[in-house]
Nanobody, 120 residues
Framework: QVHLVESGGGLVQPGGSLRLSCETSGTIFERNDMSWHRQAPGKERELVAGIPADGGAHYADSVEGRFTISRNDAKDTVYLQMNDLTPVDTAVYYC??????????????WGQGTQVTVSS
């Protein structure tokens, strides 16, 4: 069973930075496409950034140029570096793993989420 644990959230002032981490277990990490999503109060969960198993990160327009997703396959961990944060970035941030199922699809697994609050 895939297990994901996010960390690194907290309260930060506008213009500040945070680095989120998502450590996985119970899976062959280097085979998984990984992504970060967020959900603000009263809104649907949205994709923030993704990094496939073979690299090539992609980002939501709203975070392009401010956020950087990266992965360390040796540590089974994916990161989200967030710079120049604004109150609009306030949300619960979730890590997702897409685990290939031998050519018959993928199995999605989610972490419990970490709160990011941007406020002065």
């Amino acid at each position: 069973q895939v297990h994901l644990v996010e960390s690194g959230g907290g309260l930060v002032q506008p213009g500040g930075s945070l680095r989120l981490s998502c450590e996985t277990s119970g899976t062959i990490f280097e085979r998984n496409d990984m992504s970060w999503h967020r959900q603000a109060p009263g809104k649907e969960r949205e994709l923030v950034a993704g990094i496939p198993a073979d690299g090539g990160a992609h980002y939501a327009d709203s975070v392009e140029g401010r956020f950087t997703i990266s992965r360390n396959d040796a540590k089974d961990t994916v990161y989200l570096q967030m710079n120049d944060l604004t109150p609009v970035d306030t949300a619960v941030y979730y890590c997702k793993a897409e685990e290939p199922q031998g050519g018959i699809g993928v199995l999605d697994s989610w972490g419990q989420g970490t709160q990011v609050t941007v406020s002065s």
